[in-house]
Nanobody, 123 residues
């Protein structure tokens, strides 16, 4: 079992930045793919970014490519999402997730989830 706890959300003005953290416990994340998803009110949960457990491969949704950066510190068992140039449409609850195996974007293939952290971008 992997337990995930997100932090770092908050209220920020458009154009600003935030860094989200996801602290893992129970297992080391070295061999797990780690991802961020988000869910805005009335919308489905969508993929944001993912980082492969080994090899340094990352992938991003088109809507955040060039603005968001996923990184991981395996020694701290923590994953980060640096969000720059935030827009009002980035407002959502952001979730951290983990899976073992292929690096994918499908939320149904992620086994472990955090409770989420709210990000609100004011225009």
């Amino acid at each position: 079992q992997v337990q995930l706890v997100e932090s770092g959300g908050g209220l920020v003005q458009a154009g600003g930045s935030l860094r989200l953290s996801c602290a893992a416990s129970g297992r080391t994340i070295n061999n797990y793919n780690m991802a961020w998803f988000r869910q805005a009110p009335g919308k489905e949960r969508e993929f944001v970014a993912a980082s492969r457990g080994s090899g340094g491969i990352t992938t991003y949704a088109d809507s955040v490519e060039g603005r968001f950066t996923i990184s991981r510190d395996n020694a701290k068992n923590t994953v980060y999402l640096q969000m720059n140039s935030l827009k009002s449409e980035d407002t959502a609850v952001y979730y951290c997730a983990a899976n073992y195996g292929r690096l994918v974007r499908f939320r149904s293939l992620y086994d472990y989830w955090g409770q989420g952290t709210q990000v609100t971008v004011s225009s």
